[in-house]
């Protein structure tokens, strides 16, 4: 029994002596990067993929909403559609190449553009009275039947001036001599 007492010493005291060890390779230096790892990168996608009650979705559904082909021409503030597009790019590069506390930074900047947008809104289209456009569409249909009747008119004119005007043959044109021969 004391054999395997001892076993359990010796196997505790190495496992304490490697923990002990200090400097950027030591087993406790490596876990405490690996768990900052860790909590980067689930800061980093909740804040990209969690439901927001400020924006009323998740800002990476938010962003692609702004910047769909859609979407994108429509808002008044161009400068920082066209910023939160560089910042999107970016924060995914950073976020997908597991730099995720450089991402967070663009994270954040990236919710304040989104709200900025949003708060500037969309162009203001002109809402022209649909009556101007019937009226228009009238006055031209008007003006194109005149355009008809007058060509129609003159076409019947122009047959009644001539009262021995009679359609020809076929025959009677070729059996006719040639007068430039």
Known sequence: MTCCFFNKNLFLSIVISDFEKTGPTSKVEVLKQILKSRQDYYTAKSLLYNYDSELKNTLDSAITSVLSEDNINLWSDNKTVSDLSQNYSQLKELYNKGRYLESVSKIKLAKNQVKKIKDAGT???????????????????????????????????????????????????????????
Do not use: H, M, V
């Open 123 to 181: 162009i203001k289209i002109e809402n022209q009275d649909i009556s101007n456009y019937l009226i228009y569409t009238i006055i031209a249909i008007i003006i194109i039947l005149g355009i008809i009747i007058l060509i129609k008119k003159s076409k019947t004119k122009k047959k009644k001036a001539k009262p021995g005007f009679k359609e020809t043959d076929s025959e009677d044109i070729l059996n006719k001599r040639d007068p430039f021969r």
